[in-house]
């Protein structure tokens, strides 16, 4: 556990805004390069590596997690010299007041979102302000100046910082999807200490916050029998409006997304060996990468093992480290099945 958290330290130090993920990949591909037998970059920037099995009739097995995280970009200069921006991916605008912000340049500048002080405004004003009126103080006394270090189209994410908290739980920007990023990297550590039968594909997936796009080209070049994506999903603290709890194990998705064979597979095997599991209800298609892969080429066989996640898109986002472990020794069991849907594929 404890090198787990060493490496999720380190993975949540790079930034991996959507469309913008080189870094953080080069860093995955740093970690998971000994322990495969290929690794290659495609051109939407996914990271793909592949695993090869030692059975005599093996499947093409697919781990997916995507590797991006929302962000902002700039928009506008004004003359006084701040900074108009939107969003890059799902952003509440009540996250962003008073907080700040990292820009992602070349020179790492600092700023803030700033905000009238509670003395100037109405009980009106309180409810926020849309994206497009809100604005990043850098410093900068004029357009001119700001010119000289920023540019229209780059990006910046709102300042974080990443620590433990109290029963293995950790904190940090971006946990959405590092900590699926994190159960494909062990898995991979595990996998290359034992036999396993199938055909292990790992796709670190760019641009999922933006349309699940890196899945739909990494599904399609990859063409796998069977596919998990790995992807974190709602968790509360205890509010009985969300049944999901970090610490409870991984959440195995039920729905029309989710091939039932497989699904029944998953669970069996987390009861066979102990592994704590929660279950929820999916009755539509919808946001993680197994939208898009269960309906490449001729069809994939698709399940969906997700992380619990509490206060997603925000930079307060919060795991529990055995989760991310109990999700990737799933992942492994899964890979030593001769048969993984209890019928032949």
């Given at each position: 556990m404890k090198e787990l958290k060493r490496q999720l330290l380190r993975l949540c130090t790079i930034p991996s805004v959507s469309g913008f993920e080189d870094k953080f990949a080069d860093l995955l591909q740093e970690f998971i390069s000994a322990h495969v037998d290929a690794v290659e970059r495609d051109r939407l920037g996914n990271l793909i590596a592949c695993k090869r099995g030692s059975g005599r009739e093996p499947q093409r097995l697919l781990f997916d997690a995507h590797i991006d995280q929302i962000g902002l970009m700039i928009t506008a200069i004004e003359e006084n010299g701040v900074l108009r921006f939107t969003g890059i991916g799902g952003i509440n605008p009540l996250t962003l007041y008073g907080k700040r912000v990292r820009l992602l340049d070349r020179r790492g500048r600092a700023g803030v979102i700033g905000m009238p002080p509670p003395h100037l405004t109405t009980t009106d004003d309180k409810k926020g302000e849309p994206l497009h009126e809100l604005f990043i103080d850098a410093g900068?006394?004029?357009?001119?100046?700001?010119?000289?270090?920023?540019?229209?189209?780059?990006?910046?994410?709102?300042?974080?910082?990443?620590?433990?908290?109290?029963?293995?739980?950790?904190?940090?920007?971006?946990?959405?999807?590092?900590?699926?990023?994190?159960?494909?990297?062990?898995?991979?550590?595990?996998?290359?200490?034992?036999?396993?039968?199938?055909?292990?594909?790992?796709?670190?997936?760019?641009?999922?916050?933006?349309?699940?796009?890196?899945?739909?080209?990494?599904?399609?070049?990859?063409?796998?029998?069977?596919?998990?994506?790995?992807?974190?999903?709602?968790?509360?603290?205890?509010?009985?409006?969300?049944?999901v709890q970090t610490g409870k194990g991984p959440v195995l998705g039920k729905g029309p997304n989710f091939y039932p064979p497989l699904v029944r597979r998953l669970a069996d095997i987390a009861q066979r060996e102990d592994i704590p599991m929660q279950e929820e209800i999916e009755p539509r298609p919808g946001g993680t990468d197994a939208y898009y892969l269960q309906v490449t080429k001729r069809g994939v066989f698709t399940a969906g093992v997700y992380i619990p996640l509490r206060y997603m898109h925000s930079q307060v986002e919060v795991i529990q480290v055995k989760d991310v472990y109990r999700a990737a020794k799933l992942l492994v069991l899964l890979s030593k099945e001769e048969n993984m849907l209890g019928e032949q594929v």
């Open positions: 900068f006394k004029n357009r001119r100046e700001a010119e000289g270090s920023v540019q229209v189209g780059d990006i910046a994410v709102v300042d974080y910082y990443s620590d433990e908290l109290l029963g293995d739980h950790f904190t940090s920007s971006g946990l959405d999807n590092k900590a699926g990023a994190l159960a494909l990297l062990t898995a991979a550590r595990a996998l290359s200490q034992v036999s396993h039968y199938h055909d292990v594909y790992f796709l670190f997936a760019a641009q999922e916050e933006v349309g699940l796009r890196g899945a739909k080209v990494g599904g399609f070049s990859i063409e796998p029998h069977v596919a998990v994506v790995c992807d974190v999903t709602f968790a509360d603290p205890g509010d009985a409006s969300i049944s």
